[in-house]
């Protein structure tokens, strides 16, 4: 086990993609309010010389009206989305590249049995991309309310960056079950890029759209809209939603065991698997 461990933290650490993943997670979560907060101070220095302008009043009118909520809100709409795509293809050498280029093959032989190479992976790759999720969004938080007016709710904050990073682990979890068990990491980006396009509206044309996984991310949007509204705490609005909202109690309760069950269930799917699965060394040498 300790092996295994060390084995997918040097993969992880080396050629920086540990990195990487913290760098382009912060930088998501940072980019819209720098960004927005950028517009806002040029459009105030444009004011003496385009005063009576319509098309300045509208700039202005758009960008002035933005508040910290709004910039938390983004900020999960690039982390969760953008940022869980780029994950997929960070990913891609861990979650079914060592198969395609049969390295996994003299660590087998040598006596690395499929529980303690497939575990070290689910121990590694999903916490640490839930940590950075978390960690980038209340970076971005952070940024939010020091550029835009406005106070935050932070118990909803935190439930909208838990939710995102749950959401994210699950799907990195999806992402080398697949890949592991078939040696086709391209195969394991595809199927989660179609299950996270096409599975919400699937499942909301048939009404159960909620009480799931895929629904963190809906969570994780609705709790960062409502962050800045006058009075409102994590407690209040859980107890007041009604069972249809979103944010309900028992949405986020369901959504989020949910998707921790699953992803255990994965793991040993995924160890099932490879038990079921021969070692050919025919072929070209296993590449180190």
Known sequence: MISGLKKEFLFFLRG?????VAIVMLALAVMSPLMFGAMSGMIDAMEGAMPDNEQYEQMTEMFTSFSASDMVMYNVEYVGGLGGLILLFLFKGAAGGEQKKRSVIIPQCAGLDAERYVIPKFLVYPPCVFAISVAAIFAGTGVSLIVFPGKLDMGLVCLSAISTGVYLAFTTAVQFCIGVCTGRSNLAVVSVIIMQT???SILSFFRVDRFNPTALYSIALTAAQRSGETGNVLLSTLESASVSDDISALNV????GTAIVISVLLY???VFTLHTQEVHNEGNEPIL
């Open 16 to 20: 920086g993609r540990l990195a990487v």
């Open 253 to 256: 309760a369901v959504s989020l």
């Open 268 to 270: 040993f799917v995924t």
């Open 198 to 200: 096409f599975l919400p």
